[in-house]
């Protein structure tokens, strides 16, 4: 593998997103456009990253704040060669280095590696990423000579006969550091966009009698720049195929993908059947022989073998194997499912433990609670867990029953193989194996019906009926 230093120009305003967030904070499959240009590098050998930031630095900086990136600012942005100077001292001490744009996610580790590759092999000064489109529009356009690279011109400046080049200019490049930044004090802004474009050093580097090479990109789809939102739905098209393709390579069933979205860091277990509608969303792991059925969303979620999901929402949790959801669950931040749990339809639940077996079918709300193994929760139980200032507490002990319509207000405790009848509202500790009753008793008034209708009859008469 290659060891190197990266250099990513992330400086542009990106006008054209028309967006509050900066244009490279914008996700794709999960992630920001530029975590995957910077995991492209990393993942190709770079031991040394630095971002060129502009306007936006504050914002981007705080993104990465936990990460090993450097980061330089541009302050005004007069083009990619005046960006590229910013990053002089940074680079010092590297033989050579490797140029990205900020806004081209496609870019793969495999590429870069190459390139990186190619450029030591050939000895060369300089090496250009270059590619053979059909429509090479906006792009600058590579002027050969046999594997010699003479000069980029960009579209904006291109003459007829340049325009109807198409070999483009990547935007990814590999440098010599020691002779880059003296070439690059010579480029001067006298084009159309008044910019210093890193391009012109390619000129400037064969005045100078050094060796600029073409590595020539096998899938133009690497190309695929974020300058405005189409292209970001372009992009996140192109790239989630590529990772449910991926998925299904690996023995996951999708029955329809093109309507499914799995983030890039998702993982997914072989014979797992994805229905239609399935959102899988950051760093979500599914097991194994598990069913999911959309529309579901599932979010930095751990899920075991053999689970079955239906038409639920489900984030930030842990699921063990064989758990049973939906359909139309809501499972919030905090909950851990043991295994065989089985939560019905329109049940919410949040920051609760439930254990093994345990069955919560139908229609409750379950909120910081812990529950035990094998205990059945009726249909429309309310753990009644906040009193206006803070969240308390409910523990269900094993084996406990707790009848239909029942609230238990927290903090309360429901200790082993106890019983809450029906319709009670339970403030009081339950002790182990008996029954809870909270509830006014039932009254029968025999013929209480009788009476009233007879009294009714001697009333005033309606719409003279
Ligand atoms: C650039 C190339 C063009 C190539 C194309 C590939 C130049 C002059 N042209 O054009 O040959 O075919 O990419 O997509 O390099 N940036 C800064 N500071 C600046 C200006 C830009 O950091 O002052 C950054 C941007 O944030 C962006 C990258 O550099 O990530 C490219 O800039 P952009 O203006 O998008 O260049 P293109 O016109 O796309
Ligand atoms: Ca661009």
Known sequence: MEDFTAVILAAGEGVRMK????????K????????????????????????????DAEKIKETYANEDVEFVVQKEQKGTGHALMQAQSAVKGSTHFVVLYGDMPMVTAESIGKMACFHREQNANATVMTAKVADPTGYGRIIREGSRVLDIREHKDANRQEMAINEINAGFYCFDTSLIFSALSKVGNNNRQG????????KILNQEGKKVVAFELENPEELHGI????????VQSIMQKKIIDGWMDEGVTFINPGTCMVDCEVKIGRDTTIYPGVILEGKTRIGEGCTIIGPSRIKDTVIG????????????????????????????PGCKLSSKVKVGDFVELKNSKVGEGTKIPHLSYVGDAVL?????????????????????????????????NSNLVAPVTIKAGSYVAAGS??????PEDSLAIARARQENKIGWAATRNNNLKGGVEVDGK
Not at 379 to 404: L, M
Not at 425 to 430: L, W
């Open 425 to 430: 509202t339970i403030t009081k500790e339950v």
């Open 195 to 202: 910019e210093y474009y890193l391009t012109d050093v390619v």
């Open 372 to 404: 035990g193994k094998h205990i059945n929760i009726g249909a429309g139980v309310i753990f009644v867990n906040y009193d206006g200032y803070k969240k308390h507490q409910t523990v269900v002990q094993d084996n406990a029953f707790i009848g239909c």
């Open 19 to 26: 967006s509050d967030l900066p244009k490279v904070l914008h």
């Open 227 to 234: 300058n405005n939102r189409r292209q970001l739905a372009e």
């Open 28 to 55: 794709v499959c999960g992630l920001p456009i530029l975590t995957h240009v910077i995991n492209a590098a990393r993942c190709a050998g770079a031991n040394k990253i630095i971002v060129v930031v502009g306007k």
């Open 305 to 332: 073998d053999c689970c079955e999901i239906s038409m639920s929402q489900i984030d930030e949790c842990i699921l063990e194997e064989g758990v049973k959801i939906g359909p139309y669950s809501n499972l919030r």
